[in-house]
């Protein structure tokens, strides 16, 4: 009876078990057991690999897996603990710590003698374990509980887990690892829902990504702080938890909220305004009403109202004329014409007459009817002594008379001619002196006799200043020399066999006058594309840009013919900008002036122009620590500001690194004049109501809105900690040809802007110069260590002297000095001539500084033409245009002027939730000083032309658009929206 009894018990436990197949094995099926010899089985089977035991009628003892398919014919006598493997009725599932809530792992084994947790191999001594006997079975089993706290799996890096270990006769057996994580839920979603409209009977769909989280969060949706049911039909909530509105209702009109939510926390997004209209529609026309007239040419009239249906919450009124007018004509009845009164007799004639009119005007005919009958013509003969008598004349005395009036008109001609006569001779006299003294003038680039020596003997080109011609000149760049043994530095020794009439300097000088820059800046009288060679005065195209001819150049001061050149046609650009405005850009610079819309009156043409100054003396004094971050611009004429009725924006790129330090930025301002005046006009961040400029910094280009045109200039200054980094850009130079065995390659650190490097490579080219490869950016640190220009490898065929390879550029020389043309050269010489090849690798670093950079360098000398010359482009400009366009890119300004009207007075207005241009402002991340906006006759408009400046990306508008729909201005967004045309 006994037997029977445990065999029963056995039978229900197994048909109850679910297949365990990570601790047991496979559970015994149902018909595996309804044969009494197979249930004898289930106490008489040992455990595997052990020698079994005899009973008393000596059949053999097995092992017996109590989780198998198919159970032995005999099974051992006694408690399955001492002979079976256990058995899990339930394994540990994976749990979560909630904040300070622990997590609870729990197990149940029967046939154990002991269960423990174990977790990431070490035993939880602190486990909880209770004996139980199942009342219904009679089956006894171990259940066991553990609690993991926040601490425990915070301490363990990687994933915590644990399993349950029951312990047996036959040995050890452990349950699934069940993992125990963190349960957490950010704040912030991904992607939250965003306000919208839509037309009556659209679909509109609210997207929503929840916060991260463990585990995963539920999504479900409110409308108007009530749980939307996901029955109702009007609408669905997708697999990714995006609501779907299918066929958008009036009632739909709500706040729509997103809510994340799972046993860690609740989130909430921020209400999504979902606005639904009606679009308005018009009636039927009317009757056409009678004629206006009851005789001649009239008008009817018909109408319609837009109530079919009527526009509901915002929607614009029916497009569309609400009226119609057609013709009408009614023939009127002929009026025939009649005479008006006569009119006062005329004085008497030399014959004697008088004569009076009248005319067919009192009516006219009309209709047709028939014109006057009679004369308008009457005469009279003269009577009552009013007639005049005729004199007769001697004849010679009336030829005396008729000569003498000639005689004085005559008189006076010759003496009108002979003064015109004397002006034009002292005009061509002053013409010729001018020409003169213009040919007298010195050039811009010379050689001295040494190194017009050299370059018989070497046929190595030289760089070196006139310091013989006459002329009151100076030097824009400073010759630096090295203590480095170079065959072509400036400390050659005489052992290496060069006399010092073969030195050539390390980089091109330059010869500007002493005089304003402003003189080189000259508005010419025709245009490049003029086919006109006569003078005269030719009136400006409207808005456009023309480059000045090199063959027409003029200016009050006499320049050098070659530095003109190079200023006036690459860095001066001028436009005629009328009412619609402008924007001046000078090409691969990166530098533009907008002239918004409205800023020249109407009716009104301005000529302006943009240039860049390159002539050191002209450029604002430093102060210890200060360093010039941007080019030197002028924008003028001067003269010209007072015109202007809106602020000019100007744009241009700077060096400074915002990423890395902390730097304390103004703008320097000087007017145009024989010297300019410099003075700092603002400090970033300390602005006040009575700065006159508004300076927008970005991250690689700086935007200054100022009320008059004039000279500016970024100047930075390190704060103490952290230090702060400016940005060069290093660029390679050698000769186009080279000949002979050795070669020069100048290295050029200059700004890290577009502008610098275009200077430098017009420089380059009037000496035969050439970039040999992609220019590369460095970071300068403030603290005074030197610049360190390594050269680490160089191909094959080619050498350096020993010492040579290392040069360093002073701190100061590159922070406190403006030269345009900073440089070092290292000297290769060419030890295997059929390698035409240079390959070389520059090291660019600073001690204390972490940013490194190479300068590497992949080219051709071959004197072929046109080997290995590669053409590189700059750097786009921030704004998203080619840099190399001559005036814009595209259209000049984006959005149409009633656009942009009708936005400012949507805007401008204040309103209590703040979604008006001071919102406007913040998400355009021009808010750093809204005081200057605030001071402007429309603050929306002055945003907006700041906004023309800095974005000239082709989806910058779709990007507005966006804005506006984000502040929740659905009105502007369906204005905008609707003038450009965008989707």
């Known amino acids: 009876m006994f037997k029977m009894f445990c065999v029963t018990n056995f039978v229900i436990i197994f048909l109850l078990l679910p297949q365990q197949k990570s601790a047991t094995q496979i559970s015994t099926p149902k018909s595996s057991l309804t044969d009494p010899a197979t249930t004898q089985q289930l106490f008489e089977q040992s455990v595997p690999n052990r020698k079994p035991k005899r009973d008393k009628n000596t059949n053999p003892r097995k092992d017996v897996d109590l989780s198998s398919q198919f159970l032995p014919d005999n099974l051992p006598e006694g408690d399955p603990v001492h002979y079976a493997y256990p058995i899990f009725l339930e394994e540990p599932a994976d749990n979560f710590v909630v904040k300070s809530k622990p997590a609870e792992l729990q197990c149940k084994v029967a046939h154990a003698l002991s269960v423990h947790f174990q977790c990431n191999d070490e035993v939880q001594n602190h486990a909880v374990t209770e004996n139980h006997v199942d009342p219904e079975t009679g089956i006894r089993y171990t259940e066991a509980r553990v609690q993991i706290t926040r601490d425990q799996v915070e301490e363990f890096f990687g994933d915590y887990h644990c399993a349950c270990v029951a312990v047996s006769g036959q040995g050890a057996l452990k349950s699934r690892l069940a993992y125990v994580t963190i349960a957490f839920l950010k704040k912030e ?232 006569a004397v002006v034009v001779f002292l005009v061509v006299i002053l013409v010729a002196l001018s020409l003169l003294r213009r040919r007298r003038l010195p050039s811009g680039y010379t050689l001295t006799q040494s190194a017009y020596e050299a370059q018989h003997h070497k046929k190595v080109l030289g760089y070196s200043p006139d310091i013989t011609s006459g002329g009151n000149t100076e030097l824009t760049s400073v010759c630096y020399e090295y203590s480095y043994p170079d065959s072509n530095s400036n400390t050659s020794k005489a052992s290496y066999g060069k006399s010092v009439s073969e030195h050539h300097y390390e980089q091109p000088m330059v010869i500007l006058p002493s005089r304003s820059p402003v003189d080189s800046i000259v508005k010419p009288l025709i245009s490049d594309t003029s086919s006109s060679s006569t003078g005269g005065n030719i009136s400006p195209r409207s808005a456009g840009t023309f480059d000045r001819s090199p063959g027409i150049l003029q200016s009050s001061t006499p320049i050098p013919r070659n530095t003109s050149m190079l200023t006036e046609t690459l860095f001066t650009k001028w436009a005629s900008v009328t009412s619609s405005g402008a924007r001046i850009t000078l090409p691969e610079s990166n530098i533009s002036l907008t002239v918004p819309e409205g800023a020249i009156g109407p009716g009104q043409t301005q000529d302006v122009f943009i240039s860049v100054i390159h002539d050191t003396k002209s450029f604002p004094d430093l102060q210890p620590g200060q360093t010039l971050l941007s080019p030197v611009i002028i924008c003028g004429p001067h003269q010209a500001s007072k015109k202007l009725k809106k602020p000019v924006i100007l744009s241009f790129p700077h060096s400074a690194s915002l990423r890395q330090g902390n730097w304390t930025i103004s703008v320097a301002q000087a007017t145009d004049g024989d010297n300019l005046s410099w003075r700092n006009v603002v400090t970033l961040g300390q602005e006040t109501i009575n700065s006159p400029v508004y300076t927008q910094l970005d991250l690689n280009t700086c935007h200054i809105v100022a009320d008059s045109l004039s000279s500016f200039a970024l100047l930075g200054h390190s704060t103490p900690n952290p230090p702060a980094f400016k940005s060069l850009r290093i660029a390679a130079f050698a000769q186009e040809f080279p000949q002979g065995s050795d070669l020069t390659v100048r290295l050029y650190c200059v700004q890290d802007t577009d502008h610098a490097v275009k200077f430098v490579t017009e420089t380059e080219k009037q000496f035969g110069g050439r970039l040999l490869d992609k220019p590369v950016s460095a970071l300068l640190q403030y603290g005074g260590q030197n610049l360190r220009l390594k050269l680490e490898r160089l191909g094959e065929g080619w050498t350096v002297q020993a010492g040579a390879e290392l040069q360093e550029v002073p701190f100061s020389h590159l922070w406190s000095n403006n030269n345009p043309s900073l440089h070092c050269s290292f000297t290769l010489r060419h030890a295997v001539p059929h390698i035409r090849s240079l390959n070389m690798q520059v090291q660019i670093c600073q001690e204390g500084n972490t940013n490194k950079c190479l300068l590497k360098i992949n080219t051709n000398i071959s004197a072929s033409t046109g080997s290995g010359h590669r053409e590189y482009k700059l750097r786009p400009s921030s704004s998203g245009c080619s840099s190399n366009e001559s005036y814009s890119c595209g259209t000049v300004f984006r959005l149409p002027t009633q656009t942009k009207e009708t936005l400012s007075r949507m805007l401008d207005a204040p309103v209590s939730i703040g979604n008006d241009w001071r919102m406007l402002a913040e998400r355009l991340n021009v808010h750093r000083y809204t005081a200057f906006f605030a001071t402007r006759p429309s603050p929306t408009e002055a945003i907006l032309n700041l906004w023309e400046a800095r974005n000239r990306e082709s989806n910058a508008t779709q990007g507005l658009l966006n804005i506006l729909r984000g502040m929740g201005r659905f009105d502007a967004a369906h204005l905008l929206e609707h003038d450009l045309q965008l989707t």
């Open 189 to 420: 979603f991904e992607v939250p829902p965003y306000s919208d409209q839509s037309l009556e009977g659209k679909q509109v769909e609210l997207r929503c990504h929840p916060p991260k989280g463990k585990p995963e969060p539920n999504i479900y949706w409110l409308k108007n702080e009530r749980k939307i049911d996901e029955n109702d039909q009007s609408f669905i909530v997708t697999q990714e938890g995006h609501l779907i509105i299918v066929s958008a209702r009036l009632v739909d009109s709500a706040n729509y909220t997103c809510v994340a939510e799972n046993i860690a926390a609740t989130r909430k997004s921020t209400p999504a305004e979902i606005n639904i209209y009606v679009s308005g529609g018009w009636s039927s026309w009317s009757s056409w009403s009678s004629c206006s007239v009851s005789c001649g040419k009239g008008f009817k009239r018909r109408s319609r109202v837009c109530d079919s249906p009527l526009p509901l919450n915002g929607e614009r009124p029916c497009p569309g004329q609400s009226t119609q007018k057609k013709n009408c004509e009614f023939n009127c009845p002929g009026e025939n014409g009649d005479w008006s009164t006569w009119s006062s007799w005329s004085t008497c004639s030399p014959e004697c007459h008088q004569t009076r009119r009248r005319n067919c005007d009192n009516p006219p005919p009309s209709n047709g009817g028939h014109y006057c009958f009679g004369v308008d013509y009457d005469t009279n003969d003269c009577s009552g002594g009013l007639c005049r008598r005729t004199v007769w004349v001697e004849p010679s005395i009336a030829e005396e008379s008729t000569d003498s009036a000639p005689v004085a008109s005559s008189e006076i001609a010759l003496y009108i001619g002979l003064s015109l």
